[in-house]
Each structure stands twice: as structure tokens, then as C-alpha cells.
């Protein structure tokens, strides 16, 4: 049996987040975290404090493991986190289930999928925090990273937080043993993309934005997994302003 996947327009995904505070709550605050945080997995956390409270807010991280966008919105107290979450999951009955109640959104790997940027976008400028993968798939050493990201934060003006992730991809192997899974979570220093008041900025210097963005979450993983972000000594800063 088929499910349902579409996703309303960009205001309407706006208007429906008032629906999902309480779903929210109950499932961060007394299912995830006294429960997934104590049974499931040893969280260690970093520097949550570079999340600013309120404004448009883009999490960007690696992807090594399924529990990655899971564990992200439980580290993340101060305010509520919108996943980005591939297309695939909301056919799976559990998952599905889980992203509806929460109020994730699909993205369509398979293609460049503008409902999902058009609605990543409508979803900061509304004053909310998204997570998403920018490399838009697990990877257990970090791949070149795809543009969408800079796109949606030059649109919308948000403020980037990189977070590195380390441990997640034993949590599945670790269930079945019935062990429980250290894991961290590093959140590191906020920017935005100097974009001199412009929504639009030309291909190369958003390429340009991306590498600098990415390098700085790649600073935040393990060396073994910084992949194609391993050289850190080509890492600039000319298009980034960081905020405090």
C-alpha cells in the first residue's frame, strides 16, 4: 500500500508547525531524552550554546549513522528541530510514522527537489531551525558536500551551526547486543555567509561559501572521517561572518 507523501505549500508547512509543539514535547522531553538517552545511547554533548535561541537556524551535519537527525533534535533543548528527511523514510510504517508525529519534511535525493529548498527556505524565514545532511547521504568518511545547503541560508538569511557526530553508526549493531552506545555530538561556532545583502550570489562564490562551510564541520569530526575535507589547511573564512 502506497503512503502519502506530499507536502503541502511552503505556507501551509509554515502554518502546520503550531501543530506538532506538544508532539514535540512529549516526544523529546519524556520519550528521547529519559529514555533513548539513558537505555539507547551515552550522549556526550559540545557546545549546544552556539545554537542561538530564536531566528532562522540551519543545522548542518555529517551523516554516519540512521539515529544521526534523531539524537540532533534531542541534544538540541533551547527550541524545537525540524529535520529534513529523505523521501524513502516516510514510506517505512515506523519511521514514517515517527517524522509525521514530529513534523519532518521529505527531500527527493533523486533528483534537485525545489518543493523541499522552497520549503527549507519558507521554514527559516519563518524564524525556525532545520536540520539537514548536506552531502545527502550517510557516509562514514565525509563526501563533497552538495550546494542546497548555502542556497537555502543565502535565501533565507539564516545562521549556520556545523555539528559533527561520532558513534551513531553502531547503534543498530548495538541494540542487537542489547549494549548501549557512546556517542558525541559537537556542535561548533555560528555563521552566516557574507552576502553583502544579496539573495543571490554567483555559482562560484556559492561553491566557494560551501567548501568554507563544510570545512568548518569538518574540523568537528574525527580525522578519519573528514574524507574529502581532510586537508583542514585549506580551510578559509573569507565568506563567513561568525556570530555570537
Not at 557516509?139 to 563533497?144: D, F, G, K
Not at 553502531?170 to 544579496?198: D, H, Y
Not at 585549506?234 to 561568525?242: I, P, R, S, W, Y
Request: proline share 7%.
Amino acid at each position: 500500500m502506497s503512503t502519502d507523501v506530499s507536502v503541502s505549500p511552503q505556507t501551509d508547512i509554515v502554518q502546520q508547525q503550531v501543530h506538532y509543539g506538544w508532539r514535540r514535547k512529549l516526544m523529546r522531553d519524556w520519550l528521547l531524552r529519559p529514555i533513548g538517552f539513558r537505555v539507547i545511547v551515552r550522549p556526550t554533548i559540545f557546545g549546544t550554546e552556539y545554537v542561538p535561541a530564536s531566528g532562522p537556524t540551519l543545522l548542518v551535519m555529517n551523516h554516519i549513522g540512521f539515529p544521526d537527525p534523531v539524537v540532533v533534535t534531542g541534544a538540541v533543548t533551547s527550541r524545537y528541530v525540524i529535520p529534513m528527511s529523505k523521501i524513502e523514510n516516510f514510506n517505512s510504517p515506523f519511521i514514517g510514522f515517527l517524522a509525521r508525529a514530529w513534523g519532518a519534511y521529505p527531500v527527493d535525493r533523486d533528483k534537485v527537489d525545489r518543493q523541499a529548498l522552497e520549503n527549507t527556505i519558507a521554514l527559516l524565514k519563518a524564524g525556525h531551525c532545520v536540520l539537514i545532511a548536506p552531502e545527502g547521504t550517510r557516509q562514514q568518511a565525509m563526501i563533497e558536500a552538495k550546494e542546497g545547503f548555502t542556497y537555502v541560508a543565502v535565501k533565507s538569511g539564516a545562521t549556520v551551526v556545523p555539528i559533527g557526530l561520532e558513534g551513531t553508526h553502531l547503534v543498530g549493531s548495538n541494540m542487537k547486543r542489547l549494549r548501549r552506545t557512546p556517542i558525541e555530538i559537537r556542535f561548533g561556532p555560528a555563521f552566516r555567509f557574507k552576502t553583502g545583502g544579496r539573495s543571490h550570489v554567483p555559482r562560484p562564490e556559492m561553491r566557494q561559501m560551501t567548501q568554507e562551510a563544510m570545512y568548518q564541520l569538518a574540523q568537528l569530526v574525527n580525522p578519519e572521517r573528514r574524507g574529502f575535507y581532510t586537508d583542514l589547511s585549506q580551510a578559509t573564512t573569507e565568506t563567513l561572518e561568525f556570530v555570537s
